[in-house]
């Protein structure tokens, strides 16, 4: 329908003419005269309002059929041999080879002869159109009365219809059976082909046989989804770009790398967008978008990820843009992006388990021997380092984790968007590789990275510094499993440095309980809290009975100050202090010197009036001593003869032994058996004690025959009356390992204590479950108890089903008898 069609204001003609008789053939002579030079645009002398006359009677004199017929008819005549005969004549030979695929035309005369095709097919199609309106205007009451009466299509409708079968669907030659239609397809996809080799097209052309086609139908419902555009063209190039595309999949694959490969994609569909939109119709865009993102991404992503060049080369040289590429494509296709996020999980548990196998390595490294620690300036750098070459090693694998967390986590914000999905997944496949059956220490490790820091990682460290490495550790403690069996080792490690003095500050200790507490409930800092509780009462207890003593009378300037700690035996990890084989309740009593028995007896005394039905158990091999010590007087450079005086700070039951030579003479000795006798001090801590008094180089206080470095049973010790030390204040360190990574015997008796504690938790959820369900299920108990616990540990099946049978033994539950599956009831 062209513009202005319907503008003309023609008056019906007075009804006078009604009972005139009408020659139709008289009639139809002058009608179609004019009609021809309406076709041959020499319109210009005509009389609309006469032909429209003419028409209205004919119409009126019930001849309107007849008028249709020739009207359609003139129609037909006039595109069958004039206007086809002109279409015809734009059939050049450049332009029929190439549609017939003979090739030997360059690419300018293809594009020169479809161009010159298009031009003439869309000049027919617009006379045509321009012709019709008039036609239309003028046959005007034809249409309103007969065809609406007989229920035929309008004049305007049936001439379009022509057009299509004329025209459209006409044999291009009398040998050659291809349509126009099928001609005019090959042209627009071949010019199609052409933009996409880099050439340029005439796009408004295009457009325009574009709209000649949607006008069209394929029918006479005139249906949208009939329109010749979609039932001729857009199938046909859909189908030949969904294979220029596996094509061009299959040449990029082969020949690029996938960041240009996505890069490519990306343009890809862009440019398809940008042509539907100026060359073709918008409705195409959904469907040929598909049809590029089903070729080059769908069909394609699998090849694209796993390439040499693909994810794990990304990832490995921060290649950021391009994972945001293949992250953007990926999405197009798959809203779980299962491809990309399936790469990225294989290449973080591929990079932790480098890091994992990194840390067995090292703790497998043969360290060289412990050396005893001495005061500060004793301590040499090489002692230090094989002293602690599992600590460190521990201590970088909790680095080397948190990196690669960072990294992760800086490809997450940046190239996927911070999707929500692949966080998931980046969660998961990081809890995978920490807790990997091959590799149990990360609990440990985490704890050991969290007490290195709170000794000496967050000195000179600013607030946000410090809540920054607080923040890492509870960071990593979300990804273990585990949880029960990193609080045992938490409790250990705090549980020394509060009793050593070791911590840097309480407050940041406060600090990471708080975030605990957040992050794992109330039940899984009670224990924790409790230990800080402990150490305030304590010292209320040593301030209230130094103030207790000062009452008693006269201050005893040889009377020993005494400075307690009282620790509640459920909450903390004691037997982590002890020498490792010796339990808490085996560990004999040690004999204290008669001075010290007289102290412990009247603090005993002290508390017990304040603390009726508490019973003291006093842990001599956690405690240190400040002893002041006087050697014999010694030649000095003048000639004078000074006694030597020293400040020594030595474990509990180093005092205890060095108290024994008090009353020695010089020249006498007392073997390892007597000192073991007479101090009833476990063999394995005696040893150790001695160790660090007679065989550390700076700290030898006693000496050792035969001086060597092992402490045997048969070894005598002598006062060292010439020892001369370079400080007035001497630290002497017991020879221990320190917070260091457990050996394969201590860690299965750490597991051995936590799969004990594991039975107990166990039980109480069952019960607790039981008790509230009264009967249940087998399978349904086992999963409901997994769910409890899952924020503590994940228990295996096989204990829980131990656990529930030693309920059963106590009468907690029984089993129902008759039931369809095995369930159990609960006992009151």
Known sequence: MIAGRGRQRIRPPRRSVAGDDVDFEQTWTKISAAFTEIHTKNASRLSYEELYRLAYRVVLKKKGDELYKRVRQFEHNWLSTEVRSAIQALFSPNLLANTQGLGGTTANERRVAGERFLKGLKQAWTDHQVCMSMLADVLMYMDRVYCQDVRRLSIYTTAMLLFRDDILNSNTSEIDSRVVLALLNTVILDQIQMERDGDVIDKHLIKSCVYMLESLYDDEMESEDQRLYNVSFEHEFLATSSEFYRHESEFLLRDSDAGAYCKHASRRIYEEDERCRSTLAESTMPKIRKVVEDELIKNRIHELVEMESGVRFMIDNDRLDELNLIYDLNARVDDRKTELTRAIQKRIVDMGTDINNAAIAASQATPAAPAPEAGDKAKGPNQEKSLNQQTVAAIKWVEDVLQLKDKFDHIWKDSFQSDHSLQTAVTRSFADFINSPTFPRSSEYISLFIDENMKKGIKGKTEMEVDAVLDKAIILLRYVQDKDLFERYYKKHLCRRLLMNKSVSNEVEKQMISKMKIELGNNFTLKLEAMFKDMTISEELTSGFKKHVEGLGDKDPKRIELGINVLTSMTWPLESMGSGDDDENKRPKCNFPMALDRIKRGFEKYYNEKHSGRQLTWLANMGSADI?????????????????????????????????????????????????????????????????????????????????????????????????????????????????????????????????????????????IMKQRKELAHQQLVLETLNQLAAQFKPEVTMIKKRIESLIEREYLERIEGARVDSYRYLA
């Open 628 to 768: 002041k010590a006087v050697f014999p007087k010694v030649a000095q450079k003048d000639g004078s003869f000074k006694e030597r005086r020293h400040d020594l700070n030595v474990s509990t039951y180093g005092m205890i032994i060095l108290l024994l030579f008090n009353e020695l003479p010089a020249d006498q000795y007392m073997t390892f058996e007597e000192i073991h006798a007479q101090t009833n001090i476990p063999r394995n801590d005696l040893m150790r004690n001695l160790q660090s008094l007679a065989v550390a180089p700076k700290t030898r206080i006693l000496i050792k025959e035969p001086m060597t470095k092992d402490v045997k049973s048969t070894d005598k010790f002598y006062f060292n009356e010439g020892f001369n030390g370079k400080f007035v204040k001497i630290r002497v360190g017991v020879v221990s390992t320190g917070n260091k990574v457990e050996s394969d015997r201590e860690r299965r008796e750490t597991e051995k204590k936590n799969d004990d504690s594991r039975g107990f938790c166990i039980e109480a959820a069952v019960v607790r």
